[in-house]
């Protein structure tokens, strides 16, 4: 095992696009760390650089205390699983396991010891003389990290390895890859889009947008402290809302009324004019629900339900807004950024599953003021964030390296 250290790493083609653009991130010894973003921000031309399938146009690579740069994938003793499992389809399951193995000329004695204890590790046992052709995706993911596993490299590396497979199979082989990480405690770089899998999986989570590295902290530091507008709305399924707002004093004003802020959090924004609040989905609630009776009395007021999206344990409500020029200019180039996922001028809600709210009711909803983020829209940079907490935003913090 082996810590990975990119300083300052570059990644520029000829025509001179930066897919990859001053990124400096240190993977210790024995972490899982993500790399996210959305379609085109760099991460996986990163790790192809980590693993040495592209050229470094400048900055260092090192693996444990070795600068790898130059060096050939071969010679860098890392094993990768690739999106699309890269087994051989004319080889069994032991063999395809093995194949590393036999390139490095082991005994043939230690090379079924090895298979077959990842096979174990796996689950695999019954499957050793199946084809690929014969398994299932979620199995030939396993295959494939039966290889890496018997590789006795330094650090795994991942490439979007669950894309291909169905919503319930991804969920199973989410918990399969962060049980094996643990158990085997080696260095894990994992590569996805899915903000999911970046929150379940990783001990740290490096967020990326167009080449540039936003922020890279803990998924809770991420969710509790984003530090600037992408982060935010790229974090957190449904995404946060944004609204136009006015800070006086400790008074948020935002289109469907006033609120009290914390002092600490009205602080730095008073004062400044229009700023664009982000509120989760999640820190409202029915004003009559037990829970927003028991935080507050205040901190309320009333709404006209547009829609209404019952899940079984929860419930999602819409509210429309209007937004001023400024703010709207802001979330669009947001939407797009993220994909669409942005919903500009509709207020998301999530209720109690029990709310028995209909479209076009009136209701009286609670935010927990202690949770509003507030963003400067000039720059997207947060004016509520804690820096102490909020992990390594370049322009904004160094905390955690």
């Excluded at 002092?263 to 229009?274: C, F, M, N, Q, V």
């Amino acid at each position: 095992m082996a810590s990975i250290t990119m300083n300052h790493i570059v990644k520029q083609y000829g025509d001179g696009f930066p897919a990859v653009n001053d990124v400096s991130i240190d993977v210790a010894d024995g972490e899982f760390m993500i790399l996210v973003g959305p379609s085109g921000c760099g991460k996986s031309t990163l790790l192809r650089m980590i693993v040495g399938l592209e050229d470094i146009t400048s900055g260092d690579m090192l693996i444990g205390d070795r600068r790898v740069n130059d060096l050939a994938p071969r010679d860098r003793n890392l094993a990768m699983v690739f999106q699309n499992y890269a087994l051989y389809p004319h080889l069994t399951v032991y063999e395809n396991i093995a194949f590393p193995l036999r390139l490095a000329g082991v005994s043939e004695a230690e090379v079924d010891r090895q298979v077959r204890e990842a096979s174990d590790t796996l689950e695999l046992n019954e499957h050793l003389d199946r084809k690929p052709s014969n398994l299932s995706g979620g199995q030939r993911q396993r295959v494939a990290m039966g290889r890496a596993i018997v590789r006795n490299a330094d650090a795994f590396l991942f490439d979007e390895p669950l894309s291909n497979l169905d919503a319930k199979l991804r969920g199973q082989m989410r918990t399969e890859i962060a049980r094996l990480q643990k158990r085997l405690g080696i260095t894990t770089v994992y590569v996805t889009h899915d903000q999911t899998e970046a929150m379940t999986l990783g001990d740290r989570v490096a967020v990326l947008k167009r080449g540039v590295l936003q922020q890279l902290a803990t998924p809770r530091e991420l969710y509790d402290n984003p530090g600037n507008l992408f982060v935010a709305g790229f974090i957190g399924s449904p995404p946060m809302n944004f609204l136009p707002a006015t800070v006086e004093g400790t008074t948020l004003k935002l289109p469907f009324g006033e609120i009290e802020l914390p002092a600490e959090r009205a602080e730095r924004a008073a004062g400044r004019g229009l700023l664009i609040a982000g509120i989760r989905p999640e820190s409202f609630a029915e004003a009559s629900a037990p829970h927003a009776r028991e935080v507050s009395d205040a901190n309320t007021f009333d709404a006209t339900i547009d829609v209404v999206e019952w899940l079984g344990n929860e419930t999602y409500a819409y509210l429309p807004f209007e937004a001023p020029p400024e703010v709207l200019q802001q979330l669009q180039q947001l939407e797009q950024e993220l994909d669409g996922e942005v919903v500009r001028t509709q207020l998301v809600v999530t209720l109690d599953g029990a709310s028995e709210v209909k479209s076009g009711d009136t209701v009286k909803i609670w935010v927990d003021a202690a949770k509003v983020h507030l963003f400067d829209p000039a720059t997207s940079e947060s004016l509520t964030v804690d820096l102490a907490k909020a992990g390594k935003i370049p322009g904004l913090a160094d905390t955690v390296s």
